[in-house]
Nanobody
Framework: QVQLVESGGGLVQAGGSLRLSCAAS????????MGWYRQAPGKQRELVAG??????????DSVKGRFTISTISRENAKNTMYLQMNSLKPEDTAVYYC????????????WGRGTQVTVSS
């Protein structure tokens, strides 16, 4: 089992910045993939950014150049993932979810509870 705890959401004006954190603990092994997804009201959940245990990253086109994903791996089976969000826009408003996948075919899939990000115009 892997536990995910998100933090860092909030209310910010357009053009501002926020940093989200996701602390992963439990039975963690490589290879794995961590990612941030978001879901706005009335819309499907979408991938914002992902990072592999090897350090490869990918971003949704809508956030490229504005968001940066990173991780810190510590001993005692804890990983922390960050999402630095700059130049925020009202359309970035959503609940942001931390995701962790590992295992053969990345079949073990875990979600955090989500953190609200609201960007006012």
């Amino acid at each position: 089992q892997v536990q995910l705890v998100e933090s860092g959401g909030g209310l910010v004006q357009a053009g501002g910045s926020l940093r989200l954190s996701c602390a992963a603990s439990g039975s963690i092994f490589s290879p794995n993939v961590m990612g941030w997804y978001r879901q706005a009201p009335g819309k499907q959940r979408e991938l914002v950014a992902g990072i592999t245990s090897g350090g490869s990253t990918n971003y949704a086109d809508s956030v490229k150049g504005r968001f940066t994903i990173s991780t810190i791996s510590r001993e005692n089976a804890k990983n922390t993932m960050y999402l630095q969000m700059n130049s925020l826009k009202p359309e970035d408003t959503a609940v942001y979810y931390c995701n962790f996948k590992q295992g053969v075919g990345l079949r073990y899939n875990y979600w955090g509870r989500g953190t609200q990000v609201t960007v006012s115009s």
